[in-house]
């Protein structure tokens, strides 16, 4: 059997079609020929021309690639595959010109795909909810006046320098978009998205951007740099505003809002964000993905015998499973006997 790997393109929809993924919906069959485009780049792993796995990775500001897409076809899993597909995809990665930052994302409870991070040097960096919500009606305060637009882009630079790209400030990763969180640097913010909207209070001391997306489902992004959130008087009026704004022509818009699991927390009882499982964010520097890929040969043979053990347990946990499923069907013979 030969096994190969190659960079999909829009006519490998096919065999993507033709894998058993498991999934009941799957938003990348309608947008494959998108997500192997442009900044998108997708990777498919071959045994006799039958695809078994894929992942891949986008561009942002050149300079962070953000690996996913992980799929892996359901009658060859515990091979290594998702293993090897990853580590592909990171390698691509870092050949890219001016990437500096190598990521991925993924459900605090998805414990498949956090193993496969740590097997190719990515290590968690920051955790928090994805919280969304149709209104914050409920939130809002009658007599809370409605923050003031920022028009300039100097300003809205300051703002930036004096948050995020301080040094003493402590929130390291911006949501820079749905699902798409990095740590931060100047490159994430040199010539600011033109659908950023800035609102500034009116003791001119906080600040929340809003802006528009489209992931599967329209969004009104929110970022506010501090934790005090829930005591910012005309905050949830100025989103609430912008929200009722955009729903009179895209009425199925939502809000979509990143909490550290400590802001979640603090949330009064009835508030109405969806809140799911947390996220967490793993990655690491080019430098450190370098260093790890020329690691010691006594280093790599650790972690392929790391590799080994885990696909040994998970063979055996299908092992356990079948034993159970044949003792109960023996079980139930002797029964009718």
Do not use: C
Request: aromatic fraction near 12%; proline fraction near 5%; hydrophobic fraction near 35%.
């Amino acid at each position: 059997m030969e096994k190969y790997i190659k960079r999909l393109t829009p006519e490998d929809l096919h065999h993507y079609n033709n894998m058993q993924t498991g999934l009941s919906t799957d938003y990348m069959l309608e947008a494959f020929p998108r997500i192997t485009d442009g900044p998108n780049h997708l990777f498919g792993l071959f045994v006799s021309d039958k695809l078994l796995a894929l992942s891949g990775f986008t561009l942002f500001k050149k300079h962070y690639a953000m690996l996913g897409r992980l799929r892996t076809d359901l009658g060859y899993r515990n091979h290594g595959y998702a293993t090897e597909i990853m580590r592909y995809s990171l390698e691509k990665a870092l050949l890219m010109d001016n990437v500096g930052w190598v990521g991925a994302y993924t459900e605090k409870d998805n414990n498949a795909s956090q193993k496969v991070f740590n097997k190719i040097g990515l290590s968690p960096v920051d955790s928090h909810h994805t919280a969304k919500t149709d209104s914050l009606a409920g939130l809002v305060s009658k007599e809370a006046t409605p923050w003031k637009e920022i028009a300039e882009d100097t300003k809205k630079q300051d703002w930036i320098k004096q948050t995020y790209l301080h040094p003493t400030f402590d929130k390291k990763i911006f949501p820079f978009e749905a699902y798409y969180p990095f740590p931060v640097s100047q490159k994430l913010f040199d010539d600011l998205p033109t659908g950023w909207r800035f609102y500034e209070n009116r003791e001119n001391n906080r600040f929340v951007i809003l802006y528009e997306e489209f992931k599967g489902a329209r969004y009104l992004h929110v970022v506010y740099p501090w934790h005090d959130f829930l005591t910012q008087k005309g905050l949830f009026k100025t989103i609430q505003l912008e929200l009722e704004s955009i729903q009179q022509t895209e009425p199925d818009t939502s809000i979509w809002w990143d909490f550290s699991e400590v802001e979640a927390e603090t949330l009064p009882a009835h508030h109405p964000f969806g809140l799911g499982s947390p996220w967490i964010l793993y990655g690491a520097s080019k430098e450190t993905l370098l260093a790890y890929d020329d690691a010691e040969p006594l280093k790599r043979a650790n972690q392929l015998l790391e590799d080994v053990e885990d696909e040994l347990n998970d063979l055996e946990q299908l092992i356990d499973q079948n034993t159970s499923k044949i003792e109960s069907l023996e079980n139930r013979l002797e029964n009718k006997d």
